[in-house]
C-alpha cells in the first residue's frame, strides 16, 4: 500500500469513529434537552474556565450573535450564569451552574462506556498503542 493510501485510510477510520462517537454522544445529549452547540460552550467553560463572550466566539468559531443567543438561552435553562471577572470588573464571564456540570460528567462517562463497549475483544496492550499514537499525533500538532 502506498503512503498516501495509508493516509487515506487512516482518516476513513478516524472520521467513521468520530461519527459514531458524535451520534452516541449526541442521543446522550438528547436525554438532557441540549444541543450539540450548547454542550460545546458548557465542555469549554468545564475545562477551560469562566470564559467572555469573545473568547467563547474565538474558541468555538461562532459569530457573536450567536453566541449571545446560546448564552441567554442557557442561563434561562439554568445551565449558566453571568459573573464579573474579578481582575477586570467591566468584563463579563459566562460559567457553568452544578446542574451543567453534572451533564458534562454524565455524557462523558456514558462516552468512556460506549468506547469500552465497542473496545470489547481488542487487546489492553493494543488500546494502549492507540492512546499513545493518538497523543503523539495530537502533540505534533501544538
Known amino acids: ?17 468520530y461519527v459514531k462517537l458524535f451520534r452516541y454522544g449526541r442521543g446522550e445529549l438528547a436525554k438532557f434537552g441540549i444541543s450539540g452547540s450548547q454542550f460545546n460552550i458548557i465542555v469549554t467553560v468545564y475545562f477551560q474556565g469562566p470564559q467572555s ?7 468555538l468559531a461562532l459569530a457573536p450573535s450567536t453566541i449571545s443567543e446560546m448564552i441567554v438561552r442557557m442561563e434561562d435553562a439554568g445551565l449558566v450564569i453571568k459573573k464579573k471577572d474579578e481582575q477586570d470588573k467591566r468584563k463579563i464571564l459566562i460559567d457553568l451552574t452544578e446542574e451543567s456540570k453534572k451533564i458534562v460528567i454524565s455524557v462523558i462517562d456514558a462516552r468512556v462506556r460506549y468506547v ?22 495530537l502533540e505534533c500538532q501544538e
Open 116 to 137: 469500552k463497549e465497542i473496545s470489547q475483544g481488542i487487546d489492553k496492550k493494543q488500546l494502549e498503542i492507540l492512546r499513545d499514537t493518538l497523543e503523539s499525533m
Open 53 to 59: 463572550l469573545k473568547d467563547l466566539c474565538e474558541r
Open 1 to 17: 500500500m502506498s503512503e498516501q493510501g495509508l493516509f487515506a485510510q487512516l482518516e476513513l477510520a478516524f472520521r467513521r469513529f
